[in-house]
């Protein structure tokens, strides 16, 4: 897990993101690295550099083969937590971010896809 928050600001600051800014992104990695510790056990997280129309970013992918989230409407509302938390990880990780995308299925996994851009 520290190795993903270390390496998410070390690329964000080698793309040229503000100390800042590569904080936000690293504590959305942290977030979405804890998810699935807690809830998955194992998984991995995938850092990419990107570029798209309108400029440069980093990509994230946080991808498990855990259980899967079953509402996905409720896990995305502040406070909701079945795992006894604040229930503020994923609502804070898209606050986070400028772009968030989520695909999961009961049983099969969960597959988050986060990005920020300069």
Excluded at 10 to 29: K, L, M, P, W
Excluded at 64 to 70: H, N, R, V
């Amino acid at each position: 897990m520290a190795v993903a928050i270390m390496r998410a600001r070390q690329q964000c600051q080698e793309a040229g993101f503000d100390v800042s800014t590569s904080c936000r992104v690293a504590t959305a990695v942290s977030e979405l690295a804890r998810n699935i510790v807690k809830y998955a056990g194992q998984g991995e997280i995938i850092l990419l550099r990107v570029s798209a129309p309108r400029g440069a970013g980093i990509e994230i992918r946080a991808q498990d083969q855990g259980p899967g989230i079953t509402d996905i409407e409720k896990a995305m509302e502040d406070r909701y937590s079945t795992g006894r938390t604040l229930g503020l990880g994923l609502p804070g990780v898209r606050r986070l971010m400028d772009d968030f995308d989520i695909k999961t299925e009961p049983g099969a996994g969960t597959r988050v896809t986060i990005r920020k851009w300069l």
